[in-house]
């Protein structure tokens, strides 16, 4: 998505998708090169350092950031391989400078994830939701970034909210209308969006807009729509651990962001909703599917199950390479072991019965697993999922501890359902302890050191 193209959007000169490619031209001169790259290095340090947690996160999942004049200005793809790119002109960025670059990384940050929590392919494809968004985004990036847009050879490159907000009211007022104030009409996208419908000639967006509402179909890059959903999920779940976690700038810029969409439509409050986002507004929202801890326990737990290597016969790739001439080769795949998963919980705690259903459920889907069953207070017992918990004396985690180390196989990955009030442990493998802790209980895992996975939960729907 390329920011602040003017006038007629020009088809871009290679595949932007084609990494060869791009790699291929050759973007600048050497000097130009280098000092554009110092450029987004730095502009890149600043956003993660202290301005925008969602820009630090997305460009760390850029595994590609080539430097190209396919592009006028910059770009961030989704391409169709899965993978993400940022491709920025060298001379765009030299010529816009230290301030100028962040202003862009982060407008183009703010515009992937916009494009994920408004999937619907109609109000994307409306250029007025199109020139919406750039105000918003510009509008929150001056707010935050300070100074103005950035400029280059003495000209502003990007929508200017205040002069777009000036026409709005311009236009209203010959016809009569009641136009917002400047700060309410920059309220959300959806009420930017709202008044500028209002207007019998919106602003055109060929001004200074994003170039990705050109790519599609055009030839000049591949915008997938799954890609970016994944990605975007991703980096919000990122972001949003984070401000749980005590990060004021995750925390501001998630709840800023969250206050600008929510409400938007109903895929845009089931995303919120599915990441377990209204949490950090003291709002409780019931999800279709899955609470947050629980997408945050499925991950987890699939780093700590994550196979070893073997090496395999591909036999697609393999019937590829010989039918091309090539000779075949092997590749490195996981073992076929059973994996050892050890499931404790807590009887002096109040265990919602929910968490337990659904830790069942959870373990037979997953394949290749064996599960041990626990339930401790000051000792250890057997225990098999929809028998009552019945508590007696202290909570000991020693005593898990000992029992889980005492294992003649060792476990790949323990979880522990606990309301966390007991003396702290130190495992021998602490990355392999995932600590669930109930409402009202201490989260002391993660702050250990080092700290092991831990996270809050709360019964199923």
Not at 182 to 189: F, G, L, P, Q, S
Not at 445 to 461: K, Q, T
């Amino acid at each position: 998505m390329a920011y602040g193209e003017r006038d007629r959007v020009r088809a871009p000169l290679v595949e932007l998708a084609d990494r060869r490619a791009l790699e291929r031209w050759a973007p600048a001169d050497q000097d130009v090169v280098d000092e554009a790259r110092r450029l987004k290095e730095r502009a890149l340090l600043d956003l993660g350092m202290s301005h925008s947690a969602i820009a630090s996160w997305l460009y760390s999942k850029c595994h590609h950031q080539i430097p190209t004049t396919a592009v006028d200005t910059a770009a961030v793809l989704a391409s169709g391989d899965g993978t993400c790119l940022l491709l920025y002109n060298p001379g765009f960025f030299a010529g816009i400078g230290q301030a100028g670059v962040r202003f862009v990384l982060f407008h183009e940050a703010r515009h992937i994830v916009q494009r994920h929590l408004f999937t619907d392919p109609g109000l994307r494809a409306d250029p007025v939701f199109t020139l919406a968004c750039e105000v918003t985004i510009n509008h929150v990036a001056l707010a935050r970034l300070g100074g103005g847009l950035p400029e280059l050879e003495g000209e502003r490159v990007g929508v200017d909210p205040r002069r777009v907000h000036g026409l709005y009211v311009k236009d209203l007022e010959e016809q009569g209308l009641e136009p917002l104030r400047y700060e309410e009409w920059a309220d959300t996208d959806l009420s930017v969006y709202r008044e500028l419908g209002r207007m019998r000639n919106p602003p055109g967006t060929g001004d200074a807009i994003c170039v990705h509402v050109a790519l599609d179909g055009t030839g000049g890059g591949v915008l997938d729509q799954e890609t970016v959903d994944r990605i975007g999920n991703e980096v919000l779940r990122s972001v949003l651990l984070a401000a749980r976690r005590g990060d004021r700038t995750a925390r501001r810029e998630l709840l800023d962001l969250l206050g600008r969409t929510g409400g938007a439509a109903e895929s845009v409050d089931r995303v919120w909703g599915d990441l377990g986002a209204h949490a950090l507004r003291g709002e409780t929202v019931r999800t279709r599917r899955v609470e947050w801890w629980q997408r945050w326990l499925v991950d987890v737990l699939g780093s700590k199950l994550r196979e070893g290597e073997r090496l395999a016969y591909p036999k697609k790739r393999g019937a590829l390479l010989a039918a091309l001439g090539h000779e075949p080769m092997l590749s490195r795949q996981g073992p076929r072991r059973v994996k050892a998963l050890v499931i404790a919980l807590d009887t002096s705690g109040s265990m919602p019965d929910g968490v337990v259903r659904w830790l069942g459920e959870l373990v037979g889907r997953i394949d290749g697993v064996e599960a041990e069953w626990v339930a401790f207070d000051a000792a250890v017992k057997p225990f098999r999922p929809g028998e009552p918990l019945r508590g007696g004396g202290g909570t000991s985690f020693a005593a898990l501890r000992r029992h889980v180390e005492a294992r003649a196989e060792p476990a790949d990955a323990v979880i522990v359902v606990t309301d966390g009030h007991a003396p702290p442990i130190a495992p021998a493998d602490p990355d392999r302890w995932i600590w669930l802790i109930t409402p009202g209980g201490d989260e002391w895992p993660e702050r250990r050191d080092p700290p092991m996975a831990c996270h809050r939960v709360r019964p199923p729907g």
